[in-house]
């Protein structure tokens, strides 16, 4: 186990959007730095995902010099949009909990609302030390979240993406594999370990930054979504469902919690502790 090494980091700056692939990134309390820090909601409040939405898979946006986001999409004109002051929040719902965000300009809701063809308004979470507690079911007391579906990050190996694309190979659905990773939209992907060995660990250090594994993560109809063209399959959940249901849900990858916080790059070595 000598060998496993980081392989790859991510992130989605608004949640739901397309993935951003770096060569370093912050680890901070609550998830890597400027990970989910964005989303979008319905007229109720409601987290909007690809899950109602494949096309925000073809949504792009980019981290802008203070903070702001650069949102473009085909046939879209781009459109860049600032941090919003804090002068008031609105309740989001985040698969659950609730959470306070503040409200994005007007423009950044007209730009999205136009795209998706549903009302929806942009949010961002300006305080992330203190607005969403980690779900106390498996969190330890004072770990935070962003608007990650439930916890700072999500970690996965190739060795366990080339295991299930061999079972897929097996199975009806042949066609629609192999599968790339971004099906699983991973923070963190580990190389140099064996297929399936995330299933183990419980404390595991990435270059200098230890992370708690809290729980194994459930899969959703999020995973059938080509990311290059918005359009949904069988798989991976049919194969998932066959080989790898846990508890109750249908796994791949594992969620982590930050114990410390520095900076993780591409190459380091990742370290099994427990």
């Not at 995973?223 to 508890?247: C, N, Y």
Request: neutral net charge; aromatic residues 4%.
């Amino acid at each position: 186990m000598g060998n496993a090494t980081l392989q790859s980091i991510h992130v989605h700056p608004i949640k739901a959007f397309r993935s951003i692939a770096l060569r370093e990134a912050a680890v901070e309390p609550w998830g890597l730095a400027g990970d989910r820090r964005w989303a979008l909601i319905d007229d109720g409040g409601k987290v909007v995902t690809q899950r109602e939405q494949p096309r925000l898979a073809l949504a792009a946006a980019e981290p802008m010099a203070g903070g702001g986001l650069r949102l473009s999409a085909a046939g879209r004109t781009p459109l860049t949009v600032p941090v919003p002051e804090p002068a008031g929040t609105v309740t989001v719902s985040v698969f659950g909990t609730k959470v306070e965000a503040v409200p994005a300009e007007e423009a950044a809701h007209a730009w999205c609302t136009a795209y998706l063809g549903a009302d929806v308004r942009l949010v961002h979470l300006d305080d992330p030390a203190t607005r969403r507690p980690v779900d106390p079911d498996f969190a330890l007391p004072g770990e935070t979240v962003s608007l990650a579906d439930g916890f700072p990050l999500l970690v996965t190996t190739l060795a366990s993406l080339d295991a299930l694309n061999s079972l897929l190979a097996e199975g009806d659905h042949a066609q629609e594999g192999p599968l790339p990773m971004n099906r699983f939209r991973p923070n963190v992907v580990v190389a140099g370990t064996a297929p399936w060995a995330e299933d183990s660990w419980s404390h595991i250090a990435i270059g200098e930054v230890d992370f708690r594994v809290a729980k194994p993560c459930g899969r959703c109809v999020v995973t059938t979504t080509d990311q290059s063209t918005a359009a949904r399959g069988a798989e991976p959940l049919r194969t998932l469902a066959r080989h790898r249901r846990i508890g109750g849900s249908l796994v791949f990858g594992q969620n982590l919690v930050p114990r410390s916080t520095g900076t993780i790059r591409v190459g380091d070595p990742v370290r099994i502790l427990g």
